[in-house]
């Protein structure tokens, strides 16, 4: 398809499932030609999947599950049949035992002994007092907003080194809201209860996995994009976003074999907030910049390890918050779909946070799978004989890092956004919002039906950006 300067297209930046949502909507409801254009050479963004020695490898442990009235359906509608529900299980290995998680007083008492339990206890009773004389929420850090709702022990014992490691920072800069995020229930008993006796909706019992891993529901969503009129683009990188006024004038990148521009009607982007504001033309205030800068991403080094055994451990996923291993979780992919892995095999996604740049971040493949072999067998976690290969994956701009303070940066990243008329920003990334593949395409759903004006609140770029209340009450179950 060739490009050009009179095109006028809804456009859609980014081939993951908020993208593909977007597009997927824009397709049946847009009077326009719709066109996605994806960096990669894939669609799916984080929600990939990867083929490697005969084994179909996720970015990480994706699960479908979601409380989102429709979402459910919207994505069963696209899976159709390829779909498994797989019994969750997973465990948090605490002072050298598994511990089945989430973690229950009896079984930190049978692993860890009574006095553990007793002191988790006697340090809760002793957070109720805090719970009701401490600052506001919106105003803790996600260390005083833990501790005085699981009380100061058990903050130490199962999230303080755990959060360090996810987000390289210390809890006390981190907002409360990565707390929140994380909690089924904000009200201090349910979320005490949901901690120590997982009631089922606090822990997530049984989830949806698309047969063949994750990156089936990306590729689904995008068969279904073409099969609906519009046009799919990978290996396309965005350059500059050139603004004219108030409104995009035409977006310019490169693709194989040269240089493409659009001159779109329309545009919803979901590229991480640093991405776009770089490639804007001309660029945003300094003061807005600086905004963008105080909304950091974590990165995600991610090493597969290949096993000549059937099986490892039975668990889905395992939590490490011990600092002095390397990985803070652990998927095992043959058990979320036995066939991702050849018969007779089985094989470990270790997830390795960093930075670019970091110490992490600068090790050679080599000296990242040598720390993670060496971290298994001290644990005990697979057999060393019977290791077959590794492969090492880098990820940029994963996690939104939720910083105290960071609500005032994202209002002046969000008010200079909404002013540009023909541009929607959505996604985890694109709305720096801490989400799952649900969330994203509720998010990516939201930005077309506004787009079009087809919402039931009506339409337009500013109003959906007041959508931000209904995301900040997006919660991750594990």
Known sequence: MEYGNKMKADVVLGGGVAGLAAAHLLCQKSSRPVTLLEREA????????????????????????????????????????????????????????FLEYPVSFGEVWRCLGLWTALRIGLSYARSLGAFWNHLPAERQSYSEYLTTRFGAYLYRLLFRDYARKVWQEDPAVLSADMARTRLASPHLLASALEAVRPSGKGAVQEFLYPSGGIGRLSARMGEAVCSAGGTVHCEHEIQKIVLS???????IGRKPGGAFEIEPEYVISTLPLPVLFNALEPSAPEEVLE?????????????????????????????????????????????????????????LCAEIPCRRGDKTWALTDAGIIGRVEADLQRIGLGDPSKRVKTRVVRLGNVYPIYRRGYEQSLSKVVAYMSKIQNLVSTGRGGFFCYNNVDHSIDMGLLAAEYLLGIHTDGGGTEAYYRLRSRFQQYRIVD
């Open 291 to 347: 905004a963008v800068g105080d909304l950091p991403f974590a990165d995600s080094i991610l090493v597969y390890v290949l096993f000549d055994q059937p099986q490892v451990r039975q668990d889905s996923w395992l939590y490490f918050p011990d600092p002095d291993v390397l990985f803070t979780r652990i998927y095992e992919v043959n058990n979320f779909d036995r066939s991702n892995v050849p018969p007779g095999k089985s094989c």
């Open 245 to 251: 006024g108030r409104r995009i004038q035409s977006i």
């Open 42 to 97: 894939a669609l799916g963004g984080l929600a990939r999947t990867l083929e490697w020695e005969g084994c179909r490898l996720d970015f990480g442990p994706h699960r479908i599950y979601t409380v989102l009235p429709g979402i459910e359906r919207f994505i069963l509608d696209v899976l159709g049949r390829d779909v498994l529900r797989v019994k969750r299980r997973s465990s948090m290995l605490l002072r050298g035992r």
